[in-house]
Every structure is written in structure tokens, then in C-alpha cells.
């Protein structure tokens, strides 16, 4: 599938299991440059750790990007 998303800064919050990590997998293999946000490290995957319920985690990973043209909110949760 070609989405037109080479060289796009493109932020995966959730991104490091489930839906969230393959969406970001999916994007980095149409080009995109991805980096994801999430409580755990993903490996392999540009990744920030934080809080998505803590607004100054949030502010500080946005930040970290001179543009961003795509956000994915994939944050779900969990059993535990």
C-alpha cells in the first residue's frame, strides 16, 4: 500500500505493542519518520518514554519535533 508518507514526521503515541507498534511499523516501511511515545521503550523504534495522562510528558516529546505531520493516538488499556 503506497500512503504518501515519505519523509513525513509522523508521532505514534502507544507505540510500543499492539495496534500502536504495527501502525508505527507500518509507517516506517512507507518512509515515514516515526517516533513513537509510550510507558515502555519499543525496540528497535525511536521511542520516548512518558505518560500519556501527564501533560507535561505529552508537551515535552511534541517539543522534540520542528514539525509533525501526522499524529496517532493508539493508547489503550490494559489488563494489568
Not at 14 to 27: H, N
Amino acid at each position: 500500500m503506497h500512503l504518501g508518507l515519505e519523509g513525513q514526521n509522523i508521532a505514534v503515541l502507544g507505540s510500543s505493542q499492539g495496534i500502536g507498534r504495527a501502525i508505527a511499523e507500518g509507517f516506517v516501511a512507507e518512509g515515514g519518520r516515526v517516533r513513537g511515545f509510550d510507558r515502555t521503550p519499543g525496540d528497535g523504534l525511536d521511542t520516548t518514554v512518558g505518560d500519556v495522562t501527564a501533560f507535561a510528558d505529552v508537551k515535552a516529546f511534541a517539543d522534540t519535533f520542528a514539525a509533525i505531520d501526522l499524529v496517532i493516538f493508539s493508547v489503550g488499556a490494559g489488563s494489568g
